[in-house]
């Protein structure tokens, strides 16, 4: 009944120990003034240690080992 969460858990601790973060772009208004518009894209990084894909990998283990049971 929780193998598919486990199974869940180590599939993103997986893709967690490949990609270590991710970045993603806003756009923010400067100025407006009239017709003109003054816009400015700002690069923002999200970043999270591998350990956390670690614990994700080993939660995942530790749901299908006491599913079993």
Known sequence: MKKPLGIVLIVVG???????GFNY???E???DIGPIEINTQKNHTVKWPP????????GGVVVIAIDRK
């Open 29 to 31: 208004k400067v100025a």
């Open 14 to 20: 997986v893709i967690m120990l490949v990609y270590t």
């Open 25 to 27: 772009i806003t756009t």
């Open 51 to 58: 350990v956390v894909g670690l614990v994700f990998i080993v």
